[in-house]
Structure formats: structure tokens, C-alpha cells
């Protein structure tokens, strides 16, 4: 099993920034993308961004140009810094992991969500 940490959600005016961090543990044998993803009331769950082992990495279109995922220097840790924050952005913020837990065996995991509100 995997597990995911979420933190750094909160409250901020429209403008202000915050950095989401995500830590994952647990039986992992290699890590194949780590990211994030958020979900607005009555909306959709939406890709945010995303890193996978190679470097390479996916921005949703509203984030483009705000915000900036990056991982640790373990590889285990992903961070969202979001910057220029809009009301739109308020949203339950998930981090998300494919990852293999033995060298046959992957899956999918969550973390529990951490809140982003932007609002004056």
C-alpha cells in the first residue's frame, strides 16, 4: 500500500500564493508519476498537474503559467507552488500517484485532499 500526505491548503486573497506538498510512503518500489488534481463543488475532478519519473510534465490549462509542480530531491515528494491565485481556483486539491508497490504490480493512489480557498 501506498500512502499520500497532503499539505499547505488554506485560505488566500486573490493574487497571493500558496505551496501544496505531497509525500508519499508506504511499500513503494518505484514511482512512475506523481501530481495533482483538484475538485470544485459541483464540478469535475480536474487534472492540475502533473510529474512523472522522467522529468517530463502536464499543466491543466487554467494552471498554465501560475502554477509550477516540482519533486523532491527522494523522488517520494511533490510540491505545487500557485501563484497569481484566482477565486476559479478554489477547489479540494488531491494528490495523485501511479506507482508500483512491487516490480509486477501498480495501482493508482489518493491522499485525502487539502483545501484551497481564494476569496477576500
Known amino acids: 500500500q501506498v500512502q499520500l500526505v497532503e499539505s499547505g491548503g488554506g485560505l488566500v486573497q486573490p493574487g497571493g500564493s500558496l505551496r501544496l506538498s505531497c509525500a508519499a510512503s508506504g511499500t513503494i518500489f518505484s514511482i512512475v508519476s506523481m501530481g495533482w488534481y483538484r475538485q470544485a463543488p459541483g464540478k469535475e475532478r480536474e487534472l492540475v498537474a502533473t510529474?512523472?519519473?522522467?522529468?517530463?510534465?502536464d499543466y491543466g490549462n487554467a494552471v498554465k503559467g501560475r502554477f509550477t509542480i516540482s519533486r523532491g530531491n527522494d523522488k517520494n515528494t511533490v510540491y505545487l507552488q500557485m501563484n497569481s491565485l484566482k477565486p476559479e481556483d478554489t477547489a479540494v486539491y488531491y494528490c495523485?500517484?501511479?506507482?508500483?508497490?512491487?516490480?509486477?504490480?501498480?495501482?493508482?493512489?489518493w491522499g485525502q485532499g487539502t483545501q484551497v480557498t481564494v476569496s477576500s
Open positions: 495523485n500517484t501511479y506507482a508500483y508497490a512491487s516490480p509486477t504490480s501498480w495501482d493508482s493512489w
Open positions: 510529474i512523472n519519473s522522467g522529468g517530463a510534465i
